[in-house]
């Protein structure tokens, strides 16, 4: 009977999971964010943590704990056991304050944020697979001022007159990975994700003048990229003592082109006759991802404190992106250098279970912080001949580990954090952004032997 009701909640949770794959799936081009700022590169890039690393700031470069699902870092897949299935489920909702001048606005969000699982497969050997964000997009906003006013020098080549202008976009990029941890050697272990990369977006820019004899124009830049992501992991292990584990990590992402065009189409329109205008222009190969670097060290104290800290640097200042620009009354779309930068992002965290043999439910729980902090990977031109610093992101994060305990599983937690982040740019707008993360680990002996009673 107990075997019977095992196999039941097991095809329930696979079935679970199953739809979290496909809900993700059809939810990877959809925006899961409002911030102007997405109007930029690529987009505002996802948090690829897990629920478990979230609660300290994404801290991951040397976590090893085969009771979760750590993708930021492939090596650590090796850590899970022989009767171990992974599978973890996560959706966070948030509240945006925006604030420019004296104006503010609040916005909400709530969002399917990925899905995971892992397994051991071979002796030392893990693997992993599912689905995860890479960058959102989505923003719709208006200004408005005078022709030679600072931003609107792109557009001109139009009149001298009074405008509006309307910005709004949408999409996304996300990985949906396969993973393999490998331990090679005593306490070190190497690992790769290998991720099919997709996704779009679509943005436009429309200038509105108030003299309805004037033309409008409608800006609409878009792109298709299906292609590959490749990434590294390395982690060694060591006892300091009988109390104390230390483990280093490190990872490597290959950058290349994405073989996407970069697509611009301009309308113009006379508002008394209804008649249109359209132009076409291309880049091609217009996309690329950057090589990406990371290092990081936790501190494991007699199996109950670990402390951490990361760096993570994204080679974006080597790769050009695609603008628009004017010559005279020509339009030009080329690729250009200069407009992307160095991410660097630096995350210091800690995880806290007082006694997880204990009876008492509050020494099992796991109590989590931590702060990170990353600089911008673009520039920002606003047409008024100075280029600002993108806006520098500061994020403090709290959370919980809250084990699941019933007759026939003990491992599996829910995982709640919370999390402010700041982002904010000298004279640009400031985000003031309060994000709740929930996730589900389902931690089960899959692979254990059962007895029918």
Known sequence: MHLIKHRQMKKRIFGSLLMGFLTVSAMGQVSKTLSPYSQFGLGTLADQSQSFGRGMAGLS?????????????????????????????????????????????????????????????????????????????????????????????????????????VYDGSGGFSQAFIGLGWEIAKGLS??????????????????????????????????????????????????????????????????????????????????????????????????????????????VHKNSLTIGADYMMQKWGSLDYPVVEQNGDKSEYLPKSGLLKDRHKVVVGADWIPNQSARSFFKRVHYRMGVSYATPYYNINRGDGVVHNGPKELCVSAGFGIPIVNTWNNRTSLNISAQWVHTSAKDLITENCFRINIGLTFNERWFAKWKVD
């Open 61 to 165: 470069m040397g976590v090893r704990n085969g009771k979760y699902v750590n993708v930021q870092n492939p090596a650590s897949y090796s850590s899970i056991d022989s009767l171990t299935m992974i599978l973890d489920l996560g959706v966070s909702g948030q509240i945006t304050n925006f604030k420019e001048g004296g104006r503010r606005l609040n916005a909400k969000t709530a969002d399917f944020d990925y899905a995971v699982a892992a397994f051991r497969v071979l002796p030392k050997m893990g693997a992993s697979f599912g689905v995860i964000p890479y960058s959102n997009i989505g923003y719709n906003y208006t200004s408005e001022g005078w022709i030679g006013e600072a931003g609107s020098e792109y557009y001109a080549s139009i009149s001298n007159n009074y405008y509006g202008l």
């Open 190 to 299: 190497v690992g790769a994700n290998v991720s099919y990369f997709w996704g779009k977006y679509e943005r436009s820019g429309t200038y509105v003048p108030t003299d309805t004899y004037q033309n409008t124009l409608m800006r609409t830049y878009s792109t298709n990229i299906n292609s590959w992501k490749l990434d590294f992991g390395a982690q060694y292990s060591r006892e300091l003592n009988k109390d104390n584990l230390l483990t280093v990590g490190a990872t490597f992402g290959l950058g290349h082109k994405l073989g996407a065009n970069a697509n611009l189409e301009i309308i113009g329109t006379n508002p008394q006759t209804a008649v249109s205008s359209t132009k076409r222009m291309s880049v091609d190969n217009a996309f690329e991802l950057p090589m990406s670097f990371g290092a990081g060290l936790t501190l």
